[in-house]
């Protein structure tokens, strides 16, 4: 019976069939991507391994803080009259930023200085007193105790002018302190108290009326645990890095979306003793903030010098492979043949991994293709550059 022509098989079709029948295989080449034909040598990509002169590097989590705050406090108590700043902007030290109601302390100022004239003309009236009497008891025209109370009125008098004068001194202050200008320079906050409102001041219970905090430099504050601190101890007593206790070691930061770390400074200071409970001690480090990018409470991360400076060999972390708990790399030999190589890794450090044991400078690694390759066979590298290291990434 005759097949419609719908269910007869095309021509390309039986051409296969026929093909597959015969065992004359379809094609010799791999599909994309897979692997080289048998005997073909796989296509790699290689690195030669550098040493240069390295530090490693540990790191840590903190928090930004500002080098100076100041809650803005009056020292006299009245009336606010006048907010002279703009929220949230910078001020300078000694600006104006609040004005209390000064008639009442400059009404005091006056009768302070008034009362202290008097004192003074009484007690240039005594003194001129004083000094008769002296020219009168050489004379013995007066006797020995009128002359000794004129003395001691005038003494007394002089008392009474420095007691005016320190009053007068006590008003001026609190006349001045109805300024209430900013001691540092900073970000200003919000005003807390607006005009008319009554200010107490100068007490326990001061009113806080806004605050500033400084912007350049900056603090960022760290936690670093006791094995840590007794590890950079023991790197000093040895000579091998300064210790921050007696020396400022340059640190690095980072903010919370920056990679790298591209905010250098300085490791100014260490608390004085272990926290007990935390079993840590607080380290400072400082940034220059020129460009205000950096805020106090913002979470940063920040790195110092682990170790001192010593040669390391170095190679980019793609080039490791693993075999459970081996690792290892594939170093390709004068023959153009993949060796697997045995190693022991260091720190990774800017990109790269230091390799303490199985590997020399100069030897060249696969970077790329490893999957094809199989220990002593042959592969196709490309030419090796130890200058395109520095561009690899673990």
Same mark, same amino acid.
């Given at each position: 019976?005759?097949?419609?022509?719908?269910?007869?098989?095309?021509?390309?079709?039986?051409?296969?069939?026929?093909?597959?029948?015969?065992?004359?295989?379809?094609?010799?080449?791999?599909?994309?991507?897979?692997?080289?034909?048998?005997?073909?040598?796989?296509?790699?990509?290689?690195?030669?391994?550098?040493?240069?002169?390295?530090?490693?590097?540990?790191?840590?989590?903190?928090?930004?803080?500002?080098?100076?705050?100041?809650?803005?406090?009056?020292?006299?108590?009245?009336?606010?009259?006048?907010?002279?700043?703009?929220?949230?902007?910078?001020?300078?030290?000694?600006?104006?930023?609040?004005?209390?109601?000064?008639?009442?302390? @400059?009404? %005091? /100022? &006056?009768?302070? !200085?008034?009362?202290?004239? +008097?004192?003074?003309?009484?007690?240039?009236? *005594?003194? =001129?007193?004083?000094?008769?009497?002296?020219?009168?008891?050489?004379?013995?025209?007066?006797? @020995?105790? %009128? /002359? &000794?109370?004129? !003395?001691?009125?005038?003494? +007394?008098?002089?008392?009474?002018?420095?007691? *005016?004068? =320190?009053?007068?001194?006590?008003?001026?202050?609190?006349?001045?302190?109805?300024?209430?200008?900013?001691?540092?320079?900073?970000?200003?906050?919000?005003?807390?108290?607006?005009?008319?409102?009554?200010?107490?001041?100068?007490? =326990?219970?001061?009113?806080?009326?806004?605050?500033?905090?400084?912007?350049?430099?900056?603090?960022?504050?760290?936690?670093?645990?006791?094995?840590?601190?007794?590890?950079?101890?023991?790197?000093?007593?040895?000579?091998?890095? =300064?210790?921050?206790?007696?020396?400022?070691?340059?640190?690095?930061?980072?903010?919370?979306?920056?990679?790298?770390?591209?905010?250098?400074?300085?490791?100014?200071?260490?608390?004085?003793?272990?926290?007990?409970?935390?079993?840590?001690?607080?380290?400072?480090?400082?940034?220059?903030?020129?460009?205000?990018?950096?805020?106090?409470?913002?979470?940063?991360?920040?790195?110092?010098?682990?170790?001192?400076?010593?040669?390391?060999?170095?190679?980019?972390?793609?080039?490791?492979?693993?075999?459970?708990?081996?690792?290892?790399?594939?170093?390709?030999?004068?023959?153009?043949?993949?060796?697997?190589?045995?190693?022991?890794?260091?720190?990774?450090?800017?990109?790269?991994?230091?390799?303490?044991?199985?590997?020399?400078?100069?030897?060249?690694?696969?970077?790329?293709?490893?999957?094809?390759?199989?220990?002593?066979?042959?592969?196709?590298?490309?030419?090796?550059?130890?200058?395109?290291?520095?561009?690899?990434?673990?």
């Amino acid at each position: 019976m005759a097949m419609p022509n719908s269910q007869k098989p095309n021509a390309p079709l039986r051409l296969l069939l026929l093909l597959i029948l015969a065992g004359v295989p379809a094609g010799c080449r791999p599909p994309a991507g897979g692997p080289p034909p048998a005997g073909q040598a796989p296509q790699v990509t290689v690195v030669a391994a550098i040493e240069k002169e390295v530090v490693e590097w540990d790191e840590y989590t903190g928090r930004l803080d500002a080098k100076e705050s100041v809650e803005i406090r009056a020292r006299v108590s009245g009336y606010l009259d006048k907010v002279h700043f703009e929220e949230g902007k910078m001020v300078k030290a000694g600006d104006l930023l609040f004005t209390i109601d000064k008639r009442p302390y @400059q009404a %005091d /100022f &006056d009768a302070l !200085v008034a009362d202290k004239d +008097q004192s003074q003309t009484k007690a240039d009236l *005594a003194q =001129a007193d004083a000094e008769r009497a002296r020219k009168l008891i050489e004379t013995h025209a007066i006797s @020995q105790e %009128d /002359f &000794d109370t004129r !003395v001691k009125t005038a003494a +007394q008098a002089r008392s009474a002018v420095q007691g *005016a004068e =320190a009053r007068v001194a006590s008003a001026r202050l609190n006349l001045e302190f109805t300024e209430v200008r900013s001691p540092i320079s900073g970000r200003v906050g919000r005003a807390l108290v607006t005009p008319g409102n009554l200010i107490v001041g100068g007490t =326990a219970g001061t009113t806080l009326l806004t605050t500033v905090v400084s912007q350049d430099p900056i603090y960022a504050y760290v936690a670093v645990d006791e094995r840590a601190s007794l590890k950079y101890r023991r790197l000093a007593a040895m000579g091998q890095r =300064a210790s921050a206790i007696t020396s400022r070691i340059p640190c690095e930061l980072a903010l919370g979306d920056e990679q790298g770390f591209p905010h250098p400074g300085e490791i100014d200071f260490v608390e004085n003793r272990i926290n007990a409970s935390s079993g840590t001690v607080t380290a400072r480090g400082v940034f220059a903030n020129s460009g205000e990018l950096m805020s106090p409470g913002m979470f940063v991360r920040l790195r110092v010098p682990g170790s001192g400076k010593y040669k390391a060999v170095l190679i980019p972390g793609r080039a490791l492979a693993a075999d459970q708990a081996l690792r290892f790399v594939y170093v390709v030999g004068a023959d153009s043949t993949a060796q697997m190589r045995p190693v022991k890794l260091g720190a990774e450090i800017d990109g790269l991994r230091v390799v303490t044991e199985g590997l020399k400078a100069g030897e060249v690694v696969i970077t790329e293709g490893i999957i094809n390759v199989r220990p002593g066979a042959p592969v196709k590298p490309a030419p090796p550059s130890a200058s395109n290291i520095s561009k690899a990434s673990p």
